[in-house]
Every structure is written in C-alpha cells, then in structure tokens.
C-alpha cells in the first residue's frame, strides 16, 4: 500500500513540475542547465519514474525561481 502511495505521489509531483516548467516557458535542456540536473533526470522525475533526492529538489526550486513551498504546493 505504501509504495502504490509512493508512486501516486511521484506521478502526481511529476505533473506539476512539468506545468511549472512548461509555465515559465523552459525547455528540459534550459532548466537543467539553470538547476546543474541531467535533463535526463528531469525528464524521469516528470514522468514519475524515479525518486529524487532533497538537493534535488532544492536545485529544481532555484532553477524555476521559485520556493521549495512553491514547488511542494500540489494536489494529491
């Protein structure tokens, strides 16, 4: 049950960096240039397929301009 909630999460979370991304009119290359993340990764972490660690995702808040509150504010 946990890790089904686990991947909601990642799938849900995915989704919104991509409307934020997308909403500041970035590229995946122009934000993992702004944030020092593969886009690769970034592409993964949009998709939901990984987990991402908290340097991370403090590195995405700085490349979107952004607070870590900001970027956390989801919907489940």
Not at 18 to 37: E, P, V
């Amino acid at each position: 049950m946990a890790n089904e909630v686990s991947k909601e999460y990642l799938l849900k979370f995915g989704i919104h960096l991509k409307s934020l991304r997308q909403s500041k009119g970035l590229s995946l290359r122009q934000l993992a240039a702004k944030c020092n993340i593969e886009h690769a990764d970034i592409t993964r972490y949009e998709k939901g397929e990984i987990n991402m660690s908290f340097n991370s995702i403090v590195e995405l808040s700085v490349g979107l301009e952004m607070t870590l509150k900001e970027l956390m504010d989801f919907q489940l």
